[in-house]
């Protein structure tokens, strides 16, 4: 992911909204970088991809952090104040509903304040949600979180969908 300059308080500089919309190339980005080994075939590949920055799977990963105490409690903040974000994408709200939309941009919100804010801590976040490592090379019994179920479940989906 590309270096930028930390902001102290990125939610006194920038709104939900812009936050979010940063916070979705992150994560975009973390998840192309995740499915690029074992190569694959583009479609595969863009499958295995659209699968998992799909809203449903974001809001799928923002429950299943929430539900611990990885999150710190001015990230729980950062996300209920990214619930909040109105944009106008009333496809994907209508097809998943407003709360999952809602869900999905809170988890983007808080990659885009993490981004800015504290890098390092972004890099602990992503590899909770498991795209920071090969879950193969993870130790027996710590496979990261949702991730791995939501990428190998949303992955083989698509790719069966797409057969």
Known sequence: VPSTSTIQNPRATHNAAALAYLGDAVYELYVRRHFLTPPQSM?????CV???VCCEA???LL?????GKFLTQEERDVVR???NVVTAHSRATKRAG???YSGASALETLI???YLRDPSRLDELMTKLGFNRD???LPQGQRTMAATAVNTRACSMSTEANA
């Open 43 to 47: 479609d595969k590949y863009n499958a």
């Open 50 to 52: 659209m699968a998992v």
């Open 58 to 60: 974001q809001d799928s």
């Open 63 to 67: 429950q299943e952090v929430l539900k």
């Open 81 to 83: 104040w990214g619930k």
């Open 98 to 100: 407003s709360a999952v």
């Open 112 to 114: 885009g304040f993490l």
């Open 135 to 137: 879950p193969e090379d």
